[in-house]
Nanobody, 122 residues
Framework: QLQLVESGGDSVQPGGSLRLSCAGS????????ITWFRQAPGKEREGISC????????YYLDSVTGRFTISRDKAKNTVYLQMNSLKPEDTGVYFC???????????????WGEGTQVTVSS
């Protein structure tokens, strides 16, 4: 059974940092494009960052560029999202997702994790 399991969500103060993990079970994440989505309270889910299976190219939503970094550890079959300088508007449930294609990483998702909660508040 193919599964994605997120972890690392927590409550932090503005300006703080968190590292989210997305672990794969039953498949090798290195062969997939992995995307992190965020769903803020009362808002639609939005793609915020991805790492493709073509040369590990990375993409970021403008609002997180320079603050978030996505990376892949193939030995651990895990993708990370390092989040720095967190803002209250970063609050939401963070989901990782996988697809086999390398293009348009925010659409046509094949597999979803169940999400991890991030709360940024003073």
């Amino acid at each position: 059974q193919l599964q994605l399991v997120e972890s690392g969500g927590d409550s932090v103060q503005p300006g703080g940092s968190l590292r989210l993990s997305c672990a794969g079970s039953g498949f090798t994440l290195g062969y997939y494009t992995i995307t992190w989505f965020r769903q803020a309270p009362g808002k639609e889910r939005e793609g915020i960052s991805c790492i493709t299976n073509y040369r590990d190219s990375t993409y970021y939503l403008d609002s997180v560029t320079g603050r978030f970094t996505i990376s892949r550890d193939k030995a651990k079959n895990t993708v990370y999202l390092q989040m720095n300088s967190l803002k209250p508007e970063d609050t939401g449930v963070y989901f990782c997702a996988a697809k086999r294609a390398s293009s348009r990483c925010f659409s046509a998702i094949e597999y979803w994790g169940e999400g991890t909660q991030v709360t940024v508040s003073s």
